[in-house]
Each structure stands twice: as structure tokens, then as C-alpha cells.
């Protein structure tokens, strides 16, 4: 997270230092280069294996037990959007739940139920089929609507018992992506994911999604953690990056000034504050000066920031954290920006933010939590942060996250 803030704050300084630098041998190869590896990363993008995949299932089972549930409440992006055309349905396994996502032959929003079909426990998800707006069972052929009401079944025409519908998440599709909200205590949303209105206006248009490849092998609550972890800032995100690689731009360093401060009238708000600067040979350069802020909405299953690019428009970024199981969180991100701005600038944009991010993963994906961590004063308000993200977690957190589902209950059928 903390890392954000180098690429969203000091692109506009960034880009006025450059224009100047490239003049120079040094500058023209270095520019040129990252010019070179944003195209290709637009035209031919590169493999992930060029990072290892780190950890094991046993180390991981063992931080596991060290983090909060792994589960904390919140609304969270199952998939994209256009991966999901209409007849088709997908099978997945995150939050501790079993869901089919599913899309109606007619299209319109697409819909999430638990997968296990509440007649005799067949899965909807694998050997089901999408019939008309329904999703329907491969073992008898019970249709489903949207709502999980029970719309067919082939031979029986009485009334269906309540326990005989399916359980229905609540949907949200915006900015192509299908995002469900989660709580362990089935309660409803507490709060929305508001809108981006330079995207529902028209004026970006759609430049590209990534993702990791894989899950890494982390607790979400890292992501948030990590943007109060202000001392790890000059060890871990001191360098501009290559974009889209894990090489450094010789020269040039970022000093950073962070903080970190919750909403006043939005509990599940909070908002992350970076004044930075570039230093080169090591000597401050004040005119590079700028500031970033960027939002967290709930347990970060979603977080959206923007980049501004001075003369030239915005860029604005959407990454989503999706707990798939205990100490597997799938990553992913889609871009959005003015049509001003070449597509190019905006892969280098995005690609530094990617590379900055990854600079995080080999800590993320070795380390336990400390319940009681030993905390200096300039280590930063780790402890504030805590509390805040607390409420995200409900007293059934711990059930779900150890695999206690109501689906594995008895119900009985009042036939």
C-alpha cells in the first residue's frame, strides 16, 4: 500500500524530472528503456514465473494460526465481468464458502449462490447448466433462479418448503467486476462501494487488467497493515522500479512522509497520506515534491486510487484482495484512464505500481503476526490501525474461517 503512494504522488514531478534527464546519455537510456518494457508489457506480456513462487503449505499452516480469521467482513470481487458471458457459470471456493457464479442465456447482472444444490448436495457449479435466467442441477434438475428461489422442478408441482431454496449472496457488477458482500453473521451490507464518476460519465475508457498468476501467500490484513508500517518505507520502497519487473532505476530515490487517518463519519473508510520526494546522488530535490492520498473501503477487498499526470488526464486503478483460503489471497488489478493519455504511459504508470507492490510479496508471504508486536514511536500507528480493522471482524469470523458452514447442517424438508 505504502508503495502507492511513490507512483500515484510523484508522477507529475516525475514526469517534468524526466523530460529534463532524458537530455542526458543517462536519462535517454533509462526512459527509453522503461518505454521499451511498458510497450511490451501492452503488446507481450511477460510471464509471472520470472518471480518465485515462495512458501510452503506446512510454514503457512503454521502463520496461519498466528492471524486474525482469515475472513473479515466486507464486499470482495469474485471475477471480472467479461470472463462471465451470458449462459455461462463458474465454480469457486473463496471466504470459506462454496459459490456458482452464474449468468442468464439473455445476459443482464449476473448471479451468486452457494454451490451445493439444498436438495441432495450436488454442485451447481460443476455439471450444472444455465437454462433461460436459472441455474440448474445436474442431479435432478432443480432450476434456480437469481434469488435462489426454486423456479422448476420437473416432477413435483406442490409447494416448496422455505429450506429448499438456495442461498443467495448479495450481487454487485460495476466497473467489470462481479463483487459479492460477505459477512460471517449473514447480516446484510453495511456499507456500498461508491462509484467512480469519470468512468460512469464515459470520459476513461477501459486500458487493461493482471493479475499474479497465483495467490499469495498472505493475510489480507498485511495489505491495510502495511501502509502504518511507515520504517519499512526507505528499506523496501526507496527505489523507482522498471515497471512490470523487479529491477530498480539506478540514481534515483524516494524519501517518504507518510500518515494514516480514518474517516470521521464513515467507520469502514480510512485514508492513507504520502508527502515524497525524489533524491538523486542522494540529494534532495524539493521541486519534486507531492502529495498522494488514497482510500481504504473496508477490510481492503477492494481499493481504488488515482493517478494524475499533469497536462495530460488520469489514471485510475482498481486492486482487489480476495481471501481464497486461509494465507491465499488472489490479487488482481484493472486500470482505467482518460483518452488523452497514451497507452503506453499508462502501462508505465501501472507497471511501476505493479513492481513497487511486489517488493512487499517475499515479507508478506514469510511472516506471522504479532498479537502484541513491539512497536516504537516512529514505527507508526500500527496499533490505531488494528483497532480500526477490527470491526471487520464479527464473532462467527473464527467459525467460518475453520471451515463451520450452515451448509453442512441438517435440514429438514417439512414436504
Known amino acids: 500500500v505504502s508503495s502507492v503512494a511513490v507512483e500515484a504522488g510523484l508522477i507529475d514531478p516525475l514526469w517534468t524530472l524526466l523530460t529534463s534527464f532524458a537530455l542526458s546519455t543517462t536519462g535517454s537510456f533509462v526512459l527509453g528503456f522503461a518505454c521499451c518494457l511498458a510497450l511490451a508489457k501492452v503488446f507481450w506480456p511477460q510471464p509471472e514465473s520470472k518471480w518465485p513462487d515462495l512458501g510452503s503449505r506446512k510454514q503457512n499452516a503454521f502463520r496461519a494460526k498466528t492471524f486474525p480469521p482469515a475472513y473479515p467482513n466486507g464486499w470482495y470481487k469474485l471475477m ?129 487488467s493482471t493479475d499474479l498468476g497465483r495467490d499469495v501467500r498472505m493475510h489480507i490484513q498485511d495489505f491495510a497493515e502495511n501502509s502504518v508500517d511507515f520504517a519499512h518505507f526507505p528499506v523496501l520502497h526507496q527505489d523507482m522500479m522498471i515497471p512490470w519487473t523487479p529491477y530498480k532505476i539506478p540514481l534515483i530515490k524516494v524519501h517518504h512522509e507518510a500518515g494514516w487517518e480514518m474517516d470521521k463519519e464513515k467507520p469502514h473508510l480510512s485514508y492513507f ?103 516504537l514511536k516512529t514505527d507508526g500507528p500500527v496499533g490505531k490501525l488494528r483497532r480500526w480493522y477490527s470491526q471487520f471482524y464479527s464473532p462467527s469470523s473464527e467459525k467460518v474461517a475453520a471451515g463451520v458452514s450452515s451448509e453442512c447442517k441438517a435440514k429438514e424438508l417439512d414436504w
Request: charged share 20%; net charge neutral; glycine share 10%.
Open 80 to 208: 471480472n465481468s467479461f470472463d462471465l458471458k451470458p449462459g455461462q457459470k463458474e465454480y469457486l471456493q473463496c471466504l470459506g464458502q462454496h459459490l456458482v457464479v452464474f449468468r442468464g442465456e439473455n445476459g443482464g447482472k449476473a448471479s451468486v449462490l452457494d454451490a451445493y444444490c439444498p436438495h441432495l448436495g450436488a454442485n451447481l457449479g460443476v455439471g450444472g447448466k444455465v437454462v433461460g435466467d436459472c441455474i440448474q442441477c445436474p442431479f435432478h434438475e432443480w432450476s434456480f433462479k437469481g434469488d435462489g428461489q426454486v423456479a422448476k422442478i420437473p416432477y413435483y408441482e406442490g409447494e416448496v418448503p422455505k429450506t429448499g431454496h438456495a442461498k443467495a449472496w448479495h450481487v454487485d457488477e460495476r466497473y467489470k467486476m462481479i463483487m459479492i458482500w460477505f459477512d460471517a453473521e449473514g447480516r446484510p451490507p453495511a456499507y456500498e462501494i461508491p462509484g467512480v464518476p469519470s468512468i460512469d460519465d464515459g470520459s476513461m475508457v477501459f486500458r487493461g
Open 273 to 375: 497520506t504520502n508527502n515524497a520526494h525524489l533524491q538523486i546522488f542522494g540529494k534532495d530535490i524539493p521541486r519534486t515534491a507531492a502529495k498522494a492520498l488514497i482510500t481504504f473501503m473496508g477490510p481492503c477487498g477492494i481499493v481504488s486510487f488515482r493517478f494524475e499526470i499533469e497536462g495530460l488526464g488520469n489514471i485510475h486503478m482498481i486492486q482487489c484482495h480476495l481471501p481464497r483460503e486461509q494465507m491465499a489471497v488472489k490479487t488482481d488489478f484493472l486500470w482505467w484512464a482518460d483518452k488523452s493519455i497514451p497507452r503506453f504511459l499508462v502501462s508505465y504508470v501501472v507497471g511501476n505500481w505493479y513492481s513497487q507492490w511486489h517488493n512487499d510479496l517475499e515479507v508478506w508471504e514469510n511472516k506471522i503476526f504479532h498479537r502484541t508486536p513491539v512497536i
